[in-house]
C-alpha cells in the first residue's frame, strides 16, 4: 500500500494508462542499448512501407532479432501493423506488440535480459 492508500499494482496501471508511446520507446531504446541492441527506428515513416514495425532490436551476441509494435495502453493495433506483425511471425521471426503494461510489470525486462 503507498502513502496514497493504493497498491503498488494500482499505481502501475495508472502509470500505464498516462504513458504515452513515445515515452515507452525512449525507455525501451534506453534499455536495450544498455543490454547491448542494436536498435533501429524509422523516424519519418511516411515514405516507408505502412505497417511495418516501431522497433527491431538486434542482439548479435546472443542471436536475438526482435520485432515490436509499441502502443499506448488503449492503443488500436492497425491492419496494415497486424498484417507485418503476423507475417514476421510466420516467417519464424519474434514480433509482438509492447504497451506500458508490459513495461511496468517487467514483461519487458524478461524478454531483453539474459
Not at 7 to 22: F, I, K, V, W
Amino acid at each position: 500500500m503507498t502513502a496514497q492508500g493504493i497498491t503498488l499494482d494500482e499505481y502501475h496501471a495508472m502509470q500505464a494508462r498516462n504513458m504515452t508511446e513515445d515515452q515507452l520507446q525512449r525507455v525501451v531504446i534506453a534499455m536495450a542499448e544498455r543490454l547491448g541492441f542494436l536498435v533501429y527506428h524509422t523516424h519519418d515513416s511516411r515514405r516507408s512501407q505502412p505497417g511495418f514495425p516501431d522497433l527491431v532490436l538486434v542482439h548479435p551476441a546472443r542471436g536475438m532479432c526482435l520485432y515490436r509494435e509499441l502502443k499506448k495502453q488503449n492503443g488500436a493495433t492497425r491492419p496494415d501493423q497486424k498484417k507485418w506483425l503476423a507475417a514476421l511471425t510466420a516467417a519464424g521471426q519474434d514480433a509482438a506488440i509492447w504497451r506500458p503494461s508490459d513495461w511496468f510489470s517487467n514483461a519487458i525486462d524478461a524478454e531483453l535480459l539474459p
